[in-house]
């Protein structure tokens, strides 16, 4: 039974994403699809838990909070003065992709996002 167990907690870590690195793309903002805004994650992955940072640029970044991975989903939010984001993805081909749901200053933002390893 012990070896079963073993067995079945190696291949649960096997299987889960490892999303740790430096992640670039592009946020869409479903109210006005033409616009393309630069999103910038570097991420650290232990176990399921995510720390790290996000923003606009490598310069502008603000620490995120409650990261999580599960399998390849991977949530995880951003909090700097009148900005409030949370962020939904799933790791496919190589992309962090999904949705990011903002309020900035109390105006709502969704839209999608599209990031790719880059370091």
Known sequence: MKLFFASLLLTLSISAANVSGKWTGTFIDNADTT???NFVVTLTQNGDTLTGTAGSTAEDQGPISNGKVDGNN????IKADEVSIHLTLQLVDNHLKGQIHAEVAG?????????????
């Open 35 to 37: 616009k393309h805004e």
């Open 74 to 77: 991977v949530t995880f939010d």
């Open 107 to 119: 105006e709502k933002h969704d839209g999608t996002i599209d990031l790719t390893r880059s370091e």
